[in-house]
C-alpha cells in the first residue's frame, strides 16, 4: 500500500496514477510467472532486513493486533469534545453498547496518543498519514491517500426494513492514527477495558460509490 500511495504526485487527479500503478504492479506479476528464471530481476521489493522486527522508533500491541505497528511521528493529544462523541459512536456500535455516544465519550481518557504511520509486521511498505507528512514538511507528493472497505446499512435511513449489510469501497485521506482506551465502567455494562487503534480519515469526494 505503501508503494501505491507514493506515487500519487497529483492532488486533484489522484486516482487515475493509483490505478496506473496497480495496473504495472499486475504486469510485473505477470511476467514473473511466465519467465520464472528471471524472478530475481523483477523482483523490485526484496527485502533488506527483517520487517518482522520492531523498531526502536516503532510501537506494535500484540494483545490489540498481532499485525499492526505503529510509525513515527509520535505526540500526545488531548481530546476535544468532539472527539469524544465520534470514538463514542465507534464504541457504541464496537461493543454493542445501549448508552448514548455523548455518555460513553464521558469516560474516555482526556489524553490519547497519536502516530503519524503504520504498517503490517513482516511488510516494508507503510500507510502514511497526513499528519506524518507535515510533521517533517515534505515536499514531494503527500502519499496520505487509501482504498478501503466499508460495510453499511443499505436501509439505515428506513427503520422499518430489515437491515440489509452492503459492502462499499472508498477513498479518503488518512489525517493519523490513535490509540484509545474506553475503561472498565459498571454504568456502561463493561467488565473489562477495551483498547482500539483507531485511523482517522477524510473521504475523498468522489462521482459515485463503487459497492462490490
Known amino acids: 500500500m505503501g508503494e501505491v500511495a ?16 496497480l495496473v504495472q504492479q499486475e504486469q510485473i506479476k505477470v511476467m514473473q510467472m511466465k519467465y520464472l528464471d528471471m524472478d530475481k530481476e523483477l523482483n523490485y ?6 520487517w518482522n522486527k520492531i523498531s526502536r522508533s516503532e510501537k506494535y500491541f500484540p494483545a490489540i493486533n498481532d499485525q499492526v505497528v505503529l510509525w513515527t511521528p509520535h505526540s500526545g493529544h488531548k481530546l476535544m469534545s468532539t472527539e469524544k462523541v465520534m470514538i463514542g459512536i465507534y464504541f457504541q456500535g464496537l461493543l454493542g453498547l445501549k448508552a448514548s455516544a455523548r455518555s460513553i465519550g464521558s469516560y474516555l481518557p ?19 498519514s497526513h499528519w506524518a507528512h507535515e510533521a517533517v514538511r515534505e515536499t514531494y507528493c503527500d502519499a496520505s491517500f487509501a482504498r478501503f472497505e466499508l460495510v453499511i446499512d443499505e436501509y439505515e435511513d428506513n427503520p422499518g426494513r430489515p437491515a440489509w449489510d452492503k459492502q462499499t469501497v472508498c477513498y479518503g485521506q488518512v489525517l493519523l492514527y490513535r490509540y484509545v482506551t474506553l475503561p472498565a465502567e459498571p454504568r456502561l455494562n463493561t467488565n473489562h477495558n477495551s483498547t482500539v487503534v483507531l485511523a482517522l480519515v477524510t473521504l475523498c469526494k468522489t462521482n459515485r460509490i463503487v459497492g462490490i
Open 6 to 21: 507514493c506515487s500519487v504526485t497529483l492532488r486533484i487527479y489522484p486516482f487515475s496514477q493509483l490505478a496506473n500503478t
Open 45 to 50: 521489493s526484496e527485502q533488506c532486513c527483517d
Open 110 to 128: 482526556d489524553q490519547v496518543k497519536q502516530w503519524g504511520k503504520m504498517r503490517f509486521k513482516g511488510d516494508a511498505e507503510c500507510v502514511r
